[in-house]
């Protein structure tokens, strides 16, 4: 089993890659903040100490995490953000790293893991392959004010917030550009798996 990260910027289409991979190639797929979602659900691993942090006033009517309340509280206090990280990306971890235990136990061909913080979170040590979903700043940024309505103030915070386009390089074994169509995106993917077969990763 070949195992692959996607990251990259927000706004890159990280998740256009991953939806390739999974009706292409058949991979196990997997988006570290849905991950991150599941195991904060009642019964999961991070639901009870996140309560430990942010008491009640997180929960919905239903007893769930209330997704709006909970970024408030996490983006308004830099102490409850870093305990939450040290709570949450730990227990992600784990999560994903049986789950690709039980995809290679099933002879899965492909694993691929997406995340923007693949490489902060030292995932590239535990990856067979890194690939930098790159695009131009100008072109992410239109997307993020088209599809999410960001401003412009909130998408510099980001951006200022995420790697650099060196740094992604310098960790990353592919480079995939898709600031134009799917279909070149879709060739550029088909290219390095058809490598991959010729360099015998498979």
Known sequence: MITIGVTGGVGAGKSVVMDYLKKEYNAAVIKADEAARLLEEPGQDCY????DIFGKSI??????????????????????????????HPAVKKYIL?????????????FALEAALLIEEHYDELLDKMWYIYVPEDIRRRRLKDSRGYSDEKIDNIFASQLSEEEFKS??????FNGGSPEETYREIDAIMKRYLVEGYL
């Not at 009870?48 to 309560?51: M, Q």
């Not at 007893?63 to 949450?88: L, M, Q, W």
């Open 98 to 110: 049986r789950r690709i235990a039980q995809e290679e136990a099933k002879r899965t061909t492909y």
């Open 48 to 51: 009870n100490e996140l309560l």
């Open 171 to 176: 960790h990353c074994s592919e480079v995939i």
């Open 59 to 88: 929960l919905d009517e239903n007893g769930y995490i209330d997704k709006k309340a909970f970024a408030a509280k996490i983006f308004s206090d830099p102490e409850a953000r870093a305990k939450t990280n040290a709570c949450v």
